[in-house]
């Protein structure tokens, strides 16, 4: 199946596809390997956090402020 004939599927046959093609690489996931700035952004993340610099929220705030954001 090209990229043309996708983009013109319902997203209901997009979405069936991604669930299948994830569920195909993460059966292997010793194969899958993390790019090394993903460690890095990880232990900034950390960092900010114990720094008190990040806000936790509930998912529930979180998706709110995210969907705000979208508007």
Request: charge should be negative; proline fraction near 3%; avoid cysteine.
């Amino acid at each position: 199946m090209s990229i043309a004939e996708l983009r013109n599927l319902p997203r209901s046959e997009k979405l069936k596809i991604i669930e299948a093609l994830w569920e195909d690489l993460s059966s292997d996931s010793d194969a899958l390997e993390s790019p090394v700035w993903h460690a890095a952004e990880l232990d900034s993340t950390v960092r900010d956090f114990e720094e008190g610099k990040i806000e936790v929220l509930e998912w529930d705030d979180a998706k709110r402020q995210l969907l705000d954001k979208r508007r």
